[in-house]
T-cell receptor, first 114, second 112 residues
Framework: DSGVTQTPKHLITATGQRVTLRCSPR?????VYWYQQSLDQGLQFLIQ???????AKGNILERFSAQQFPDLHSELNLSSLELGDSALYFC?????????????FGDGTRLSIL | DQQVKQNSPSLSVQEGRISILNCDYT??????FLWYKKYPAEGPTFLIS?????DKNEDGRFTVFLNKSAKHLSLHIVPSQPGDSAVYFC???????????FGTGTSLTVIP
């Protein structure tokens, strides 16, 4: 158990809809990361937050947004969903968000767009 | 662009033998590398890392080798055990801009 909690585990919705994925980091970790894993792809880095502030941005679409709240949990919002957004979305956390710190991953949210 | 590449999607090894998983990278600015292990229906878990100032790091049965001139790293598992059957990802953080790059993974099967 990594200590990182992601909800929901599975989400099925339709094109054009909007969903929110939630992540609670490991106790004591200040930084949260979001990744997307599509079929047969590696993990694509989306965005990183540290103590409520955006720290780094990867290949995140404009239709996607995220935030980290004062209690350090994070939400990833996906809107105007397309079939290609079907993927596993992972959240990870680390203590200080330094690039050489291992990240602790949740078990992911599987998003299926019908 | 795929800055971290794992060209072998799968690998099968007999129990007790050595497993060698390979990873290539394109950006010479990478200065830290990590290996993660992933079981089905779970998130990746950190396995071992190496700084670019070293060429080898060992932790029990796991050893990572780094060849900077070839932009290549490898993970050796000796001896391989059935419980090692998982997908292994190599990863490299890029400190400038804090980007994080992962390979596509190699699925290791250790045959009892």
């Amino acid at each position: 158990d990594s200590g990182v909690t992601q909800t929901p585990k599975h989400l099925i919705t339709a094109t054009g809809q909007r969903v929110t994925l939630r992540c609670s980091p490991r106790s004591g970790d200040l930084s949260v990361y979001w990744y997307q894993q599509s079929l047969d792809q590696g993990l694509q880095f989306l965005i990183q937050y540290y103590n409520g502030e955006e720290r780094a941005k990867g290949n995140i679409l404009e239709r996607f947004s995220a935030q980290q709240f004062p209690d350090l949990h994070s939400e990833l919002n996906l809107s105007s969903l397309e079939l290609g957004d079907s993927a596993l979305y992972f959240c990870a956390s680390s203590e200080h968000g330094h690039s050489n710190q291992p990240q602790h991953f949740g078990d992911g949210t599987r998003l299926s767009i019908l | 662009d795929q800055q971290v590449k794992q060209n072998s999607p799968s690998l099968s090894v007999q129990e007790g033998r050595i497993s060698i998983l390979n990873c290539d990278y394109t950006n010479s600015m990478f200065d830290y590398f990590l290996w993660y292990k992933k079981y089905p229906a779970e998130g990746p878990t950190f396995l071992i890392s190496i700084s670019s100032i070293k060429d080898k790091n060992e932790d029990g049965r796991f050893t990572v080798f780094l060849n900077k001139s070839a932009k290549h790293l490898s993970l050796h598992i000796v001896p391989s055990q059935p419980g090692d059957s998982a997908v292994y990802f190599c990863a490299a953080p890029f400190a400038t801009g804090n980007q994080f790059y992962f390979g596509t993974g190699t699925s290791l099967t250790v045959i009892p």
